[in-house]
């Protein structure tokens, strides 16, 4: 099988408050410690899994962000995966989720897939909508959620999360996989395994290569923006009410001012 798998170079949510610049109104990235997102780690050994249960699979990771997010790539690679991909151009820049999934599927479909593996959602966005959209744009179904899963004859098995438990399901291959939070512990790279990710090939693609315009992706494409950044407005002490045998009565009286009944 050709495993895909969707990674993403983040700020250590550990060690980094995360910061947004007032000019930009872009998350700071500069001058922090970034990583491999730890909801990507989580997607890469679910696909690391699938990969040695077949026997017969490669693992490639896909990144979009600038040239130092190949040291995410080269960490994934540390984990097992076989080689890389990093999509990379200033015109990038400030891409909203629809702008991120176009050059994410435009990547994918020139690099080939039987299966794609996603975060539910990265750990500095939280949108998310981009494993969605990039199934819509690729024209496959796409499972979010799954905890657990297997592949046999083409068709992946899955266990689902819901709100009282999971739902069984199932999808013929080719399809995109959003892996539930939590639901796979990542493996911690070997010394051989991040020796050889040094030699390990990762690919670079641009806006040019893919076939996408300025408009398709970064600022000039964004069709989300944020417009203003307010301070969180403290909260106020609430009204404690104390029965003294009018309590009900009290708390009646506040929920009409209030416009609940």
Sequence with gaps: MRILVCVKQV?????????????????VRDGVTNVLDPGAEVA?????????????????????GPEDAEDALRRALAMGATDGALITDDGLAGSDALGTAKALAATIK?????IIFCATESTDGY???????????LGIP???????????????TGQRVVALGYQTV???????????????????PALKGIMAAK??????????????????????GARERVLELRAVEERQAGTIVEDDGTGAAQIAALLRQRGVI
Aim: charged content about 25%.
């Design 44 to 64: 890469l050994e679910a696909a690391l899994q699938l990969a040695e249960v077949d026997g017969d699979s490669t693992v490639t990771v896909v990144a979009m």
């Design 11 to 27: 700020p250590d949510p550990n060690t980094v408050e995360y910061q947004i610049d007032p000019d930009t109104k872009r998350l």
């Design 199 to 220: 030699r390990k090939k990762v690919e670079e693609y641009n806006l040019a290569d893919l076939g996408l315009a300025a408009g398709d992706a970064g600022e000039s």
């Design 127 to 137: 949108t998310g909508m981009v494993p969605g959209m990039v199934a819509e744009l």
């Design 110 to 114: 020139e690099l080939g897939f039987d």
């Design 142 to 156: 796409h499972l979010s959620f799954v905890r657990s899963l297997e592949v046999r004859d083409g068709v992946l």
């Design 170 to 188: 199932q999808c013929p291959l080719p399809l995109l996989v959003a892996i539930a939070s939590g639901s796979h512990e990542p493996r911690y």
